[in-house]
């Protein structure tokens, strides 16, 4: 405007219409970051709210497989909706501790079910070799052997072919 020679009431008239322009435009700007700062914080919160109720599941032995599923619904939630940067990392770095936690915890258990399919196999090929060798000719005692031995099967663990074999 310096270039332009104008007359001084004009120029004042320009000056004040810029001037509510501006005014116009940074009231539009607060207002999309206020829009934004509520929207990110009540996003964050449902998120948090979410983990936190993960987290005391997972130290609480609860369904895994759900468990996963929460955490995945919550990383499908947080893709299209707003955050602020370091709520967002700090979402997501929570949400692969817990996916972390629950392989971890799913690792516990696998190896503790095999281990007691491992040993009520042993026990049960222990008592089936007493069986073989016990010299009974008694068919009642040896049936009877046998029910108990099955009985104690009902409602252990064991592998699906460890199992078949017995």
Do not use: H
């Not at 320009?14 to 206020?34: C, G, P, T, V």
């Not at 934004?36 to 983990?51: G, P, T």
């Not at 770095?93 to 516990?108: C, G, T, V």
Request: net charge positive; with cysteine.
């Amino acid at each position: 405007m310096k270039k332009y020679m104008l007359p001084k009431k004009e120029r004042e008239e320009l000056y004040s219409r810029m001037q509510k322009a501006w005014e116009i435009i940074n009231k539009r700007f607060k207002d999309n970051k206020d829009i934004f700062e509520k929207e990110s914080l009540d996003n964050y919160k449902k998120v948090r709210l979410q983990l936190n109720s993960v987290k005391s599941d997972i130290s609480k032995y609860a369904d895994l497989k759900n468990l996963s599923q929460t955490l995945k619904d919550q990383q499908a939630f947080m893709k299209g909706k707003k955050f602020k940067k370091e709520n967002r990392t700090e979402l997501f770095n929570e949400i692969n501790y817990l996916f972390s936690q629950i392989f971890k915890l799913r690792d516990e258990m696998q190896r503790d079910y095999e281990r007691d399919c491992e040993n009520n196999k042993i026990y049960v090929l222990d008592k089936l070799n007493g069986f073989y060798i016990s010299e009974t000719i008694n068919f009642k005692e040896k049936r009877n052997y046998l029910k108990e031995t099955q009985q104690w099967m009902k409602g252990k663990k064991f592998k699906k072919d460890d199992r078949e074999y017995i």
